[in-house]
């Protein structure tokens, strides 16, 4: 009986298994920062369809500085617009039936259910009414 003495393979072994211990809390905590660092993907959005989205029965784009006087208004009734437009400015409305009156028809783009109505000349005035599909008038 007498004295022990450490095995040096156990001693070995121990630092072995402390060496892989430490190895893999420093793979752990690269793993950690690399993934606080990186922004969660951001989640898929689903754009709505052509056919979820309503079309406007009609659709003005302003495309100059200033487009003067526009009016919109149901017929006999309601104005749903008066006024100047600027540069970029977008009105839509979906009202079954709608008079458009424009001052100046060459600063505008106007579609009408979806189509492109051919553009006014600079300086010119445009009077039209504008209807829904499968709208009579």
């Not at 190895?23 to 056919?51: C, D, F, M």
């Not at 400015?89 to 039936?97: A, G, M, S």
């Not at 300086?123 to 599909?133: C, H, K, L, M, N």
């Amino acid at each position: 009986m007498g004295r022990h003495r450490s095995d040096p393979k156990s001693i070995a072994r121990l630092a072995l298994i402390g060496l892989a211990v430490v190895a893999l809390l420093v793979v752990g905590a690269i793993a950690l920062l690399n993934r606080a660092e990186t922004p969660p993907p951001e989640k898929p959005v689903a754009s709505p369809s052509s056919s979820q989205m309503p079309m406007p029965t009609v659709k003005v784009v302003c495309e100059a500085d200033v487009c003067p006087h526009v009016v919109l208004r149901v017929p006999g009734g309601q104005v749903l617009y008066n006024g100047d437009m600027a540069l970029g400015d977008e009105i839509r409305y979906f009202e079954p039936e709608i008079d458009v009156v424009i001052e100046d028809a060459g600063t505008v783009q106007v579609t009408e259910n979806g189509t492109a109505r051919p553009p006014g000349k600079p300086g010119e005035r445009a009077d039209f009414t504008v209807r829904a599909p499968g709208r009579q008038g």
